[in-house]
């Protein structure tokens, strides 16, 4: 019975990879498959982008400032205190910018795909699209994951920019530094190493909130419990897969630009 | 529309006119996993009938309707709709045959996230394709005052009552003149008034538009109404067919007992 259950449990594994294989490959074919709904794409960049931008910014504040006061004892200790707005910048921008702004995006955005999606397809307009004739693919799924991919980057690179002045204000709480030398110096210890390897990276982890969200409530069951159920399990997979993606990238990036 | 107290007639039969076959179904067969829900189903829709489906719920009445538009693939049987094998259909194919085919889910399934306006432009900018706003604007509002919801055109579907919703949700499927109607239990969580306004409407958008229609209920008010010919499905098969008025004198008990409903 156990191994019954154990081979049970394997199978629905390999049949929810193949899921995923399918629901991707629907997805790429209908990239180009002509008809891109522009509206709804543009609709979804406005959902995602600027409706997270206070909360990514607030978040990436934070956390601008609390590096710089827990970096700084350690830094002061160092005797390297003028490494602190370079040490910040490179932290935020190659790492925690990227994951924080992704992660905070798992939480609202896939969620809430997860759920509307599921609540579409527990009230059947998942399937009246589809007995139309219409493409519910193309209109619900394609222009949210493309816009996810698009919008989580430019939320990052905002967030980094937030961070960083959050890092100046924390900075100038206990000693004194100008506003253009603090930049200065964080802008001058970046280069193009560490900003590809970032952008490319949230560009990933867009596409990992947008298509786990969508899938997640495209394939939800009948009910209103599946509806919670998507938009818990969407939040749990996207986070899982930024951390994958992350180490991933990071292995990397490392073997390409940091011998 | 009639008043709540007026009798409404039970539909007279339809002239003799050429009866052309638009939906042949012989020996459908489907199961979920080890439950066999049709077991053996048979029927031929002709061109401007109405076929009333009645059945005990889980019996598989939506899952035969479901198996004619492609959302689900019959196990075995022959499935034809206009001559075409729906189960041996492309993609392409099957999308051009949903275009003359027109559903009524249930609850209405209208998109949320729309006004009533964008709801009926929906299917068509995105199926038939049309761009002229004049002519969208026109094929909209003339839909929506055939199902007397002309008002409720800049409404969110939240706004809406149960009956409007399935109104809206049948003004969506006619708007693309479909040839063949299929109604997934239209008169289901309406009350009595309503759910007799919802079945003189499918009459006169009938008339009106010449579809073919399928319409599943366990509502005998709708199976009056808008029945040519009823089949009654238990246990994954038909178990009797005829008019309503013959079923009425029928000897099954299961027949019987849907006849016998105290109203």
């Not at chain 1, 910018?97 to 939480?107: D, F, L």
């Amino acid at each position: 019975m156990d191994a019954q259950q154990e081979l049970s449990g394997w199978r629905k594994w390999m049949e929810s990879i193949g899921d995923y294989v399918l629901f991707f490959s629907r997805f790429f074919r209908n990239i180009f498959a002509g008809g891109f709904e522009w509206s709804e794409f543009v609709r979804q960049c406005y959902e995602i982008g600027y409706r997270s931008m206070m909360l990514v910014g607030i978040t990436s504040f934070i956390m601008g400032m609390v590096l710089i006061l827990q970096l700084r004892p350690s830094l002061i200790s160092l005797g390297a205190e003028s490494m602190l707005p370079k040490t910040l910048s490179v932290a935020l921008v190659r790492e925690i910018g990227p994951v924080i702004t992704a992660i905070i995006c798992a939480g609202k955005i896939a969620s809430s795909i997860g759920a509307e999606l599921g609540s579409m397809k527990v009230t059947e307009q998942i399937d009246a699209m589809e007995v139309s004739g219409a493409n519910p693919v193309q209109y619900l799924v394609v222009t949210r994951i493309l816009a996810t991919s698009f919008m989580i980057p430019l939320l990052a690179i905002i967030g980094d920019a937030i961070g960083l002045l959050g890092g100046f204000l924390a900075l100038n709480l206990t000693d004194s530094i100008s506003f253009s030398l603090y930049f200065n110096k964080c802008i001058a210890s970046l280069d193009f190493t560490d900003l590809l390897p970032a952008v490319v990276k949230t560009v990933l982890f867009g596409f990992a909130v947008g298509f786990v969200g969508c899938y997640k409530g495209y394939h939800s069951n009948k009910g209103t419990e599946s509806v919670g159920i998507a938009a818990n399990s969407a939040v749990v997979t996207a986070s899982l897969w930024i951390f994958i993606i992350d180490a991933i990238a990071v292995q990397i990036t490392s073997l390409l630009f940091y011998k | 529309m009639k008043g709540p107290d007026e009798h409404i007639e039970p539909k007279q039969e339809a002239p003799e006119t050429k009866p052309e076959v638009v939906i042949h179904a012989k020996s459908i067969k489907k199961s979920f996993g080890k439950k066999q829900v049709l077991k053996n189903i048979s029927f031929d829709l002709k061109r401007g009938e109405n076929i009333v489906v009645l059945g005990k719920s889980g019996q598989g009445k939506s899952v035969t309707i479901q198996c004619v538009v492609g959302m689900l693939q019959p196990d075995a049987g022959t499935l034809e709709v206009f001559g075409e094998d729906v189960t041996a259909m492309s993609d392409d194919d099957l999308k051009q045959l949903r275009m003359k085919i027109g559903f009524l889910f249930q609850g209405g399934a209208l998109y949320d996230s729309m006004t009533v306006r964008e709801n009926l432009e929906f299917p068509l900018t995105r199926v038939l394709k049309l761009k002229d706003k004049k002519e969208i604007d026109k094929k909209v509002e003339g839909v929506l005052d055939a199902v007397g919801l002309l008002d409720a055109i800049d409404k969110m579907p939240s706004y809406l009552s149960g009956g409007m919703r399935k109104r809206v949700g049948l003004a969506r499927t006619l708007i693309v003149n479909p040839e063949i109607m299929l109604y997934d239990e239209p008169t289901t969580g309406l009350d009595p008034i309503t759910s007799r306004e919802i079945s003189e409407l499918i009459n006169r958008l009938q008339r009106k538009y010449e579809i073919s229609s399928i319409i599943i209920t366990h509502d005998m008010e709708c199976a009056r109404i808008t029945a040519d010919r009823i089949l009654v499905m238990d246990e994954g098969g038909y178990i009797a067919e005829g008019s309503y008025k013959e079923l009425e004198k029928s000897d099954n008990e299961m027949v019987r007992s849907f006849f016998n409903q105290p109203s």
